[in-house]
């Protein structure tokens, strides 16, 4: 079965940091481009970045919102990937989903096929 | 204020054959392919259309995908009381460089 399961979350101060994992099974991950899509409360969808595969060239990509403070990583070696939030505001508070990606080089084609149940992120003094 | 615009809110009984809009512009829905989630609060969302009109597997034949020019829609033949969910398009946007998501339609089947 293929899965994932999003760890880390939890209550943080503005300015500190937090990181998230996501734990995968079922699946080839290194192949695999990996995410991150957030849903602030009652708010819509947000993509928040991605990693490529290692076999491609590892590049990572960020929402404007996020860039410069949030980064994407993994660790092939045990399916995991991870997300290192970095001087956090009170309006990144959102449930973090960590997504499998379907993607080709210039993004013509950009999907999320396989959803993990998410995990809170709330920041607050 | 989302780059995709979609209805906030629709309704339909079941039955119905329903659609839900999607509209984008050049840099987008224009030259990127089209995918729709399903997301039913406190659950995981749901790839329902990917590559503007694919279903995969699992996804009932009731729901299909389409795209024209810098719109897109998603429709679904005999509406079913299941259904009642927040609806996502999505995107690459070329100009942002980074994924889009339209605002969400909540769907209620009266």
């Known amino acids: 079965e293929v899965r994932l399961v999003e760890s880390g979350g939890g209550l943080v101060q503005p300015g500190r940091s937090l990181r998230l994992s996501c734990t995968a099974s079922?699946?080839?991950?290194?192949?695999?481009?990996m995410g991150w899509v957030r849903q602030a409360p009652g708010k819509g969808l947000e993509w928040v970045g991605s990693i490529r595969s290692y076999g491609h060239d590892g590049a990572t990509e960020d929402a404007a919102s996020v860039k410069g403070r949030f980064t994407v990583s993994r660790d092939d070696s045990k399916s995991i990937a991870f997300l290192q939030m970095n001087s956090l505001k009170m309006e990144d508070t959102a449930v973090y989903y960590c997504?499998?990606?379907?993607?080709?080089?210039?993004?013509?084609?950009?999907?999320?096929?396989?959803w993990g149940i998410g995990t809170t992120v709330t920041v607050s003094s | 204020q989302s780059v995709l615009t979609q209805p906030p809110s629709a309704s339909g009984t079941p039955g119905q054959r329903f659609s839900i809009s999607c509209s984008g512009s050049s840099s987008n829905i224009g030259v990127n392919t089209v995918n729709w989630y399903q997301h039913l609060p406190g659950t995981a969302p749901r790839l329902l259309i990917y590559?503007?009109?694919q279903r995969p597997s699992g996804v009932p034949g009731r729901f299909s995908g389409s795209k024209s020019g810098t719109s897109a829609s998603l429709a679904i033949s005999g509406l079913q009381s299941e259904d009642e969910a927040d609806y996502y398009c999505?995107?690459?946007?070329?100009?942002?460089?980074?994924?889009?998501f339209g605002g969400g339609t909540k769907l209620t089947v009266l």
């Open positions: 997504v499998r990606v379907r993607s080709d080089s210039i993004h013509y084609y950009y999907y999320m096929d396989v």
């Open positions: 590559s503007n009109n």
């Open positions: 079922g699946f080839a991950f290194g192949e695999y481009v």
């Open positions: 999505a995107t690459w946007d070329a100009s942002l460089n980074g994924q889009v």
